[in-house]
């Protein structure tokens, strides 16, 4: 069995920074690409940022220069750190990672979430 766990939500002021964390532990084998998404209420959820285990990385278009993504492969962590925050992101964060665990198939897991509230 795989789990990831987030941390690091909580409030801030606009323009504030946040940053959150994300652990993936279990019977590992191997983890693709892990992310970062959103959701806000009543809409869908919707991609912030992945990184590949090459390193490779992808931002959603609203958070370039605002947001980064990190990873530590050798932790099997991924970290996303929020600056300049907007009271439209106020959002759960999920982390996302693709793992190779039992039996070499790899599926897609999710983190149960972590809360972020911009006020303004």
């Known amino acids: 069995q795989v789990q990831l766990v987030e941390s690091g939500g909580g409030l801030v002021q606009a323009g504030g920074s946040l940053r959150l964390s994300c652990v993936a532990s279990g019977r590992i084998f191997g983890i693709n690409v892990m992310g970062w998404y959103r959701q806000i209420p009543g809409n869908e959820r919707e991609v912030v940022a992945t990184?590949?285990?090459?390193?490779?990385?992808n931002y959603a278009d609203s958070v370039k220069g605002r947001f980064t993504i990190s990873r530590d492969s050798a932790r099997n962590t991924v970290s996303l750190q929020m600056n300049s925050l907007k009271p439209e992101e106020t959002a759960v964060y999920y982390c996302n990672a693709d793992v190779t665990s039992t039996g070499w198939v790899m599926r897609t897991y999710w983190g149960q979430g972590t809360q972020v509230t911009v006020s303004s």
């Open positions: 990184i590949t285990g090459g390193g490779r990385i």
